[in-house]
């Protein structure tokens, strides 16, 4: 991705909207008892169009706006949002195609990893919290609502930012025969190339 002034402000744009749309209006929505939770999905693409350093910054950013507009505890969600979007941010750059169902499928860990290491620190740290078998239906709940909610995500935020998206092609780069490489340069029984006799 290139970053640009324009670039900067539609990322900070869509930031902030995806965190007043997860607090404002996911987070009122429960389907089988369990509410809605965007954000690891959104790190995640960030991570995917940007690369690990865009995710990194943007999971950052998520974390600290979603701990700071509710009432848990400033600073939970940072590290773990930054996570998610390095890692598929990394996933980007190892130069595997991205297509639809790899993304269902890293916005559902994505949640699923969140939701999980989001519980354990708030258990470690001694908030008001324990662990028990009734979560798992949530967190299989949630990472489904990540899974729904990837494609429409990943769209409008894929809209958004096409103009600073680096589109590279989906091979993946063989690392170069040095001594194949070095034979080609210099065969044998020859001087050499022309430009180092």
Do not use: K
């Not at 324009?6 to 929505?29: N, P």
């Not at 693409?45 to 009432?71: M, P, R």
């Amino acid at each position: 991705m290139i970053i640009t002034s324009r670039t900067a402000a539609r990322v900070a744009g869509l930031i902030l909207l995806f965190t007043v749309l997860q607090i404002s209006f996911f987070s009122q929505i429960e389907l089988f008892g369990t509410s809605m939770w965007i954000l690891p999905a959104c790190a995640a693409i960030f991570g995917l169009l940007g690369g690990s350093l865009i995710g990194a910054t943007v999971g950052f950013a998520f974390g600290f706006l979603g701990d700071g507009l509710t009432d848990g505890p400033l600073g939970s969600a940072c590290l773990v949002f930054m996570a998610v979007g390095y890692l598929a941010g990394i996933y980007r750059e190892r130069g595997d195609f991205v297509d639809r169902p790899t993304v269902l499928a890293v916005c559902g860990i994505a949640t699923l990893g969140a939701n999980l290491a989001l519980g354990f620190y708030t258990v470690i740290v001694g908030f008001d919290s324990s662990l028990s078998g009734s979560l798992v239906p949530d967190l299989i709940l949630q990472a489904f609502y990540g899974v729904l909610l990837a494609i429409p995500l990943y769209a409008l935020t894929y809209r958004v930012l096409r103009p600073a998206l680096i589109h590279e092609p989906a091979t993946r780069r063989r690392p170069v025969d040095i001594e194949r490489w070095a034979d080609e340069l210099d065969p044998p029984g020859g001087n050499g190339p022309e430009a180092f006799r």
